[in-house]
């Protein structure tokens, strides 16, 4: 079936750099794509989401990218902290389901002090 | 207010046992899900409830066994489950309005089955 994938398993970077992680998606009919944080040990947490009629949103300190033309999607977190070392997921929710979502693979995100 | 909790934190039980886990939401939402999250594995969805009915079963074992008693609480029955169950089962909520759609998750119940 169609699903979110991404093409870095692995990041790192300095405290204080920009962090970019990407997502490529094959489902051109999903109204919203989303991005969780999930620190270890618990439940993933909602970053900021974007809807597909837009190609840009800004949150604090995180920005969300849709290019729907090449199918995807990027989270920027500004002056990275230790506190966002965590895994990040980029998430999809098709139009014509339940509001389920279907997940990438995810990245790990390592900020080193 | 964005919480969704459960309970326990976690769990261990033998094959033969029964168990159940419980969610909860008080914000209103009226679609509700269980996911269940391998170790560096993303969530795979079992179920979703929609204004208290079953409209999901992702082809889950009868071995889980979801219930809604009403539009707050989500809880998932368990019985005669395999170590391959050994997962952290994740409930979440939907939050739907003309600007945003997505899901709050709880923290999560870490199941042990020996």
């Known amino acids: 079936g169609e699903s979110v994938g991404l093409h870095l398993p692995t990041l790192s970077v300095q405290e204080g750099d920009n962090s970019i992680i990407n997502c490529a998606y094959s489902?051109?009919?999903?109204?919203?794509f989303i991005w969780y944080k999930q620190e270890s040990g618990k439940g993933p947490q909602f970053i900021i989401d974007?809807?597909?009629?837009?190609d840009k949103r800004q949150g604090q300190r995180v920005t969300v990218l849709l290019n729907k033309t090449v199918k995807h999607l990027s989270l920027q977190i500004a002056a990275t902290q230790p506190g966002d070392s965590a895994v990040y997921f980029c998430?999809?929710?098709?139009?014509?389901?339940?509001?389920?979502?279907?997940f990438g693979k995810g990245t790990k995100l390592s900020v080193k002090p | 207010d964005t919480e969704v909790t459960q309970t326990p934190k976690h769990l261990v039980m033998g094959m033969t046992n029964k168990k159940s886990l419980k969610c909860e939401q008080h914000?209103?939402?009226?679609?509700m899900y269980w996911y269940k999250q391998k170790a560096k594995k993303p969530p795979e969805l079992m179920f979703v409830?929609?204004?208290?009915?079953?409209?999901i079963n992702e082809s889950v074992p009868s071995r889980f066994s979801p219930e809604c008693p009403n539009s707050s609480l989500l809880n998932l029955h368990l019985h005669a489950l395999q170590p391959e169950d050994s997962a952290l089962y994740l409930c979440?909520?939907?939050?739907?309005?003309?600007?945003?759609?997505?899901?709050?998750f709880g923290p999560g119940t870490r199941l042990t089955v020996l």
């Open positions: 979440a909520s939907r939050s739907k309005d003309l600007s945003t759609d997505t899901q709050y």
């Open positions: 489902n051109s009919a999903s109204d919203y």
């Open positions: 974007i809807r597909s009629n837009m």
């Open positions: 998430a999809e929710i098709p139009n014509r389901g339940q509001g389920n979502l279907i």
């Open positions: 914000m209103g939402h009226r679609a």
């Open positions: 409830y929609s204004y208290e009915k079953l409209s």
